[in-house]
């Protein structure tokens, strides 16, 4: 018997070695089915779990193997890579980081840390870890596609066609690179091309997360040849495969940003005005700005602009107001935020300013901006924290926000409520909820607010840039009007990348009429909004 076990855990070794995990998985689990012990089965079945896609199963196994083996680094590192690709970083992080040193697995280890880093919108440590790994192994095919991917999102063309070339190279198959070739056709202006290689990958890949990448590129690449009817199915289908996909729906729980927390946030904000709380004078306060408004709005066009003003730096949509020494997020609270003591507010003054430095601010330039679009739902936090700060407030026509937001493939890990956008209706039902919060607040703060719309910075680029430059009180500069040519190869971090590279266009101004009929059943919900911001819908 223990022969017949030896033998089947070799073989069930090769199948593994040989790329068969299905012939793998049946060898372990008949051995585990006479001996329930058997830790080497147990942890070459959690790899082939892992091959065949199945992370939960996988970590089960992998699991069990590192309780029982707590020093063994090949379970460490397993286990890590499971819980990577189930998106569980925080508990990845510390098992590959253990790993990175190890002959064997450290490799390893740094792509999946790399993997992590990007999902967390940590671009630039995952594109220094590619970078090592690359120079290490040189013919490594998914890092060099990797590569490829980082440098299409920071808009460096040339570089990103070079290492998917690179990468295909080495392996024709390889569906990241071929992601990568399809965008860079689409980019190209090439849609034909562009549209039959993201119609295959979505068609043939195993993987549900190449097939919604290649959706979503594919329905960018019908909207940009005019074939709306084939752009709306393709991200609706898209959008249905991320909601297949989640493994935690967005709840209705007392989050920040949830429809029940903003719910709850509305009703405390009528029986708390702000004109009623105790004023903090006692501290001089540092140059931050807030852009606000909700996603999709123009805030990324907005930050590209700013950012090229050799006074400003904008922190891109990290939550600086995350760390306080009392969460003032959540509902109950929010009664002792209108009374809280001038040293307590100064003490969260000065946590906000230390998580801006670790988010990457240089604290050098005269102003900061915070771009986080969702802050208009915490204007009261702003007007609490920094009742001084300019509030920039982005608007654009409702229903071009919502079919935006609709149609893009935002990271359901920042922000859970970005869940609500996978669907029209709650997309809608959304944008009426955050506006009714957000517009209210906004009438109660001390704050100087600015609005600016996004057709009118489109059709008057330098009056309305001139205009939001005096009111953050900056000189101007004549570099905001090649803001486009001053930001060449910075990344941003935002699924809007691509509209930063160029001049600005009108092209988008008005794409609802596209899919008018597509946005009838959500024209009620926002009707109200259109009026008020001064659109037209007709």
Request: proline share 4%.
């Amino acid at each position: 018997m223990a022969e017949n076990v030896q033998e089947k855990l070799h073989e069930a070794e090769r199948c593994l070695q040989i790329g068969n995990p299905a012939k793998c998985l049946e060898l372990c689990s008949e051995v585990l089915t006479v001996e329930p012990q058997n830790t080497i089965a147990r942890y070459l079945r959690g790899i082939a779990h892992h091959e065949l896609l199945d992370f939960d199963t996988s970590i089960r196994d992998l699991e069990a193997v590192a309780n029982a083996n707590p020093d063994n680094d090949g379970a460490a590192f397993f286990l890590g890579r499971a819980l990577n690709r189930a998106e569980r970083f925080e508990e990845a992080q510390p098992l590959l980081e253990r790993t990175l040193s190890h002959e064997q697995f450290g490799f390893g280890a740094r792509y999946e840390l790399a993997f992590l880093y990007s999902n967390l919108r940590r671009k630039d440590e995952a594109f220094a870890l590619y970078k090592q790994m690359i120079a290490i192994k040189p013919d490594h095919a998914p890092t060099a596609a990797k590569l490829a991917g980082h440098y299409e999102q920071a808009n460096d063309l040339s570089s990103a066609e070079q290492w998917m070339s690179h990468a295909l190279n080495i392996d024709p198959k390889n569906r990241p690179a071929k992601l990568v070739k399809a965008t860079l056709l689409r980019r190209g202006g090439q849609y034909k091309e562009a549209t039959e290689l993201f119609q295959t990958l979505e068609a043939e890949a195993p993987d549900s997360k190449v097939r919604i990448q290649a959706g979503y590129g594919l329905g960018k690449s019908y909207d940009a040849a005019e074939e709306w009817d084939k752009a709306f199915d393709s991200m609706t289908r898209s959008n249905q495969l991320q909601i297949e996909a989640l493994k935690s729906p967005a709840s209705e729980e007392d989050t920040i940003h949830s429809f029940k927390g903003i719910a709850s946030l509305r009703q405390w904000l009528n029986e708390n005005p702000f004109d009623e709380w105790v004023s903090d004078t006692q501290e001089a306060q540092p140059r931050v700005a807030f852009l606000v408004g909700f996603p999709r709005s123009g805030t990324t066009l907005l930050h590209s602009i700013l950012s090229a003003h050799p006074d400003v730096e904008v922190i891109e949509e990290t939550n600086l107001f995350m760390g306080l020494h009392r969460d003032w997020h959540q509902i109950e609270n929010l009664r002792a935020l209108s009374q809280e003591s001038s040293d307590s507010v100064a003490n969260a003054r000065r946590i906000f300013m230390a998580n801006a430095l670790r988010a990457g601010a240089s604290g050098d330039r005269a102003l900061m901006i915070d771009k986080q679009p969702l802050n208009l739902t915490s204007a009261f936090l702003i007007h609490r924290i920094f009742p001084e700060a300019p509030i920039i407030f982005a608007l654009r026509h409702p229903l071009d926000s919502c079919l935006n937001c609709f149609f893009q493939n935002f990271s359901l890990h920042d922000n859970i409520s970005m869940q609500y956008f996978l669907d029209l209706t709650s997309t809608a039902r959304y944008y009426d909820r955050v506006m009714d919060l957000g517009t209210l607040a906004l009438k109660q703060v001390s704050n100087p607010v600015h609005r600016i719309h996004y057709e009118h910075v489109v059709g008057d680029f330098e009056t309305e840039i001139r205009g939001l430059v005096k009111f953050l009180d900056l000189d101007w500069d004549d570099r905001l009007l090649k803001y486009y040519e001053v930001n060449k190869g910075q990344r941003f971090n935002t699924p809007s990348y691509e509209m930063v590279a160029k001049p600005i266009s009108s092209r988008a101004v008005g794409r609802w009429q596209n899919y008018a009929d597509k946005l009838e059943p959500i024209v009620p919900v926002l009707n109200p909004w259109i009026k008020r911001f001064g659109y037209a819908n007709d």
